[in-house]
């Protein structure tokens, strides 16, 4: 009889394998058996947790949003002012945590698979939506709301594109530089668009 409380372990074991599969392989291309061997649990024990491997890779993004979701609450609690609270968005995304080639990899095979997958096309939504909001509670309060609209939805854009960029290219990837062109980016639109007194 397995001991109480081992199923959320094996289970976490096992998205975290998916992660590191998918990031070493750079595509979705992998093996509920390959899965399980690096989770250190057997085949039949990933697919009795999990079913078929649509639903590992469905439950490994809900895992990613999760922890991209609790990340961003946490950094708005201590976000100050309007500006503060785009700021700590557009950090949250290039963090060490989120930022690393695997999680990076990973983002660009869901993408890719997403295309194809209804429920993982449903999931990259659901956070398009919730960045869209995260970036939209301080940038309403610096410009007009219909402009803080178009300047979410380029910063967004501006993280997904360089999260790709940094899919296709070899080494570590460069959060400093990242978070510095997105910025960059923010200043220029908050000098052109002062919200109305």
């Not at 930022?99 to 095979?109: G, K, S, T």
């Amino acid at each position: 009889m397995p001991k109480l409380g081992m199923e959320p372990l094996r289970r976490k074991a096992l998205i975290d394998a998916t992660i590191s599969a998918i990031g070493e392989r750079g595509s979705l291309d992998v093996t509920m058996s390959e899965i399980a061997g690096r989770a250190g649990v057997s085949s039949a024990l990933a697919h009795h947790y999990f079913g078929a491997k649509d639903e590992l890779l469905q439950a490994t993004m809900r895992h990613i949003l999760s922890e991209l979701n609790a990340d961003a609450r946490a950094a708005l609690q201590q976000a100050g002012n309007a500006k503060e609270r785009v700021l700590a968005i557009i950090a949250v995304n290039f963090s060490d945590k989120q930022f690393q080639p695997e999680i990076i990899a990973a983002w660009l095979a869901f993408y890719v698979e997403a295309q194809k997958a209804p429920a993982l096309r449903r999931l990259l939504r659901v956070y398009a939506r919730r960045l869209h909001s995260n970036l939209m509670s301080g940038l309403s309060g610096l410009m007009a709301r219909n402009e803080a609209g178009h300047v979410a939805e380029a910063i967004a854009a501006l993280i997904d594109g360089l999260y790709i960029r940094r899919a296709l290219k070899d080494g570590t990837p460069n959060a400093a530089s990242a978070v510095a062109l997105v910025e960059d980016y923010l200043e220029t639109k908050l000098l052109q668009h002062k919200k109305p007194s």
